[in-house]
């Protein structure tokens, strides 16, 4: 029986391009479904009743939702190939710590330097950078956070490299020149094919979200 | 001649607060599985410079250390509690049922316990109305997910009910310093028998935080939020 796979997505999602990246890792086929965030689908709200949020999979008729649960899910279903956590359980844990610190604290701080000004702005752009350096603290000397290959930290993280570009154009600060390793990391995920055809293009990102801060009351 | 026995035993410590719901969870996935440990008490005001170094990041318990090796966050703990001692699993094997369990247990943290907790046991007035009428909608989503089962994680105690679990004594000291009740038996009749099952199921009985101190601790609480308010 072939696997039937659908993804419902927002183009310029960091999460929902996680999934993307997870599925071409591994090589899955499926049907990505572009979702109108501002009049849902039945798909979506039957999907995914509790949240009602993009990226939803849907395996064979059953859902499973919050990208994070999803790539792990992606890592489990079809095991064959590229596996994105390591074996060793400690080893697991440190990578599943990693990706919990980008959701509760990187992200958070993300949104602020696109919505925020003044004093809130400059503290959102310090906690950032602190960030970064975390993981290029633990990042180290390897190639990747999964070591020689893309891992699930690598998977969570470099959706975001996509909206670097309106984070530093808003906040007006360069990432590169604070964080010289996370953008060297970021351009070795760009060289491989699961990345680059799945993060969009940083321009068409910033026009999103002057789009956002506008409807937001931001400008 | 003597024979010399070289002790084999694994040195397994946690980190916790006699308060704490995330630490209660790694206490009880480590006796369910009949893993010994020793338990080292922090005091939050007073941080050891051991759990500050074990956790520079988030300087929260609870911690686990096994054989030297550090684990933080009480999810990703369980799941490595989970990975290294295969008895009595805590998650199924079906890479879905996995899935929803994960979920479930994601689900009682960033929204079951930000409504009660910080929506109804630290506001008042029409915050607290909000934050009752979203921990309804919340409960509801649980009621629907546990009905027609004994545990979350099926016949047996999974990862969501310990994560959830903190409902089965935190929140009944919630509803009697608020004066709500959020699990109503008529309302929610699946969860509020969960509660019980989970509540009275043998190793979590035994482990409840005393419930006074928690009353104590929780209306102070309430209390620092509350003034916290009060315009000059």
């Known amino acids: 029986m072939a696997d039937e796979v659908t993804l419902l997505d927002f183009w310029a999602s960091p999460f929902g391009i996680r999934v993307r990246i997870a599925l071409a890792e591994k090589g899955v086929k499926y049907e990505y479904s572009e979702q109108n965030l501002k009049n849902k689908s039945a798909l979506l709200l039957q999907m995914n009743p509790v949240y009602k949020k993009i990226p939803t999979l849907i395996h064979n008729g059953r859902s499973v939702c919050e990208s994070l649960i999803i790539v792990q899910y992606v890592d489990d279903a079809w095991k064959a190939n590229a596996p994105f956590l390591p074996s060793d359980p400690h080893q697991r844990a440190q990578t599943r710590f990693w990706a919990d610190f980008i959701d509760k604290k990187v992200f958070e701080i993300t949104k602020k330097i696109w919505t925020a000004k003044g004093e809130e702005l400059e503290g959102a752009k310090k906690d950032f950078i602190e960030c970064l350096k975390l993981l290029e603290g633990e990042l180290g000397e390897k190639p990747y956070f999964g070591g020689e290959n893309l891992g699930y930290v690598d998977v969570a993280f470099v959706p975001f490299y996509c909206w670097f570009y309106a984070y530093e154009t808003c906040g007006k600060f360069s990432i590169e020149a604070e964080c010289p390793k996370i953008i060297a990391w970021a351009k070795r995920c760009m060289k491989k094919e699961s990345v680059s055809r799945s993060l969009e293009d940083p321009k068409k990102v910033y026009e999103f979200v002057l789009e956002l801060r506008k409807r937001l009351g931001v400008d | ?232």
């Open chain 2, 1 to 232: 001649m003597d024979e010399r026995k070289y002790n084999m035993a694994e040195e397994v410590k946690v980190f916790s607060t006699w308060a704490s719901p995330f630490a209660l969870r790694v206490i009880w996935a480590l006796k369910l599985k009949g893993v010994e440990f020793d338990t080292v008490h922090e005091d939050l005001i007073n941080k050891s410079p051991l759990l500050l170094q074990y956790n520079p990041i988030h300087k929260k318990v609870p911690v686990l250390v096994h054989d030297g090796k550090v684990i933080c966050e009480s999810l990703v703990i369980l799941e490595y509690i989970d990975e290294t001692w295969k008895q009595n699993p805590l998650l199924p094997e079906d890479p879905h049922q996995k899935a929803n369990a994960r979920f479930w247990a994601k689900f009682g943290d960033d929204k079951v316990m930000q409504s009660i907790g910080g929506g109804v046991l630290l506001k008042e007035g029409k915050e607290q109305e909000e934050g009752f009428a979203a921990s309804m909608e919340h409960l509801k989503y649980l009621e629907d997910e546990i009905r027609g089962k004994k545990f979350f994680g099926g016949e047996t105690i999974g990862l969501a009910d310990i994560a959830l679990g903190w409902l089965a004594h935190y929140l009944d000291i919630v509803e009697e310093i608020v004066g709500l009740r959020l699990i109503d038996q008529e309302k929610f009749p699946s969860l509020a028998a969960w509660k019980q099952e989970f509540a009275n199921a043998p190793i979590i009985r035994e482990n409840w935080p005393d419930r006074d101190k928690l009353v104590t601790k929780y209306v102070a609480m309430r209390e620092a939020n509350l003034g916290k308010g009060t315009p000059k």
